[in-house]
């Protein structure tokens, strides 16, 4: 099975790019089928975690463009509707 190496801590990465390095990892771990089910578990809720954080990240970077876009007096491109 595992080498039993514990989750990482849950500590929030610094940086949108950390975050996805971690999630990469995760998903590799999981992928592999040799975690037991509670680190299997504990690794899901880590990627969760991880998940939110990289959505607020990408939410903020957005916010942060369409500010700019509009200080600027520019015309935002319109968002792709989710799922086209």
């Known amino acids: 099975m595992s080498d039993a190496r514990p989750a990482r801590a849950k ?6 790019e950390a975050a996805i390095a ?3 990892e ?7 089928g040799e975690e037991s ?3 299997s578990v504990r690794l899901f809720e880590e990627a969760m975690a991880l998940s939110e954080f990289c959505r607020k990240q990408l939410d903020a970077a957005q916010a ?3 500010r700019l876009v509009e200080k600027a007096g520019a015309t935002p491109t319109p968002q792709a509707e989710e799922g086209e």
Do not use: F
């Not at 500590?11 to 949108?16: E, I, K």
């Not at 995760?26 to 592999?32: C, D, G, K, Y």
């Open 11 to 16: 500590s929030q990465p610094r940086t949108l």
């Open 22 to 24: 971690r999630l990469e």
């Open 26 to 32: 995760i998903v590799a771990r999981l992928e592999s």
């Open 37 to 39: 089910l509670d680190a």
């Open 64 to 66: 942060r463009i369409e």
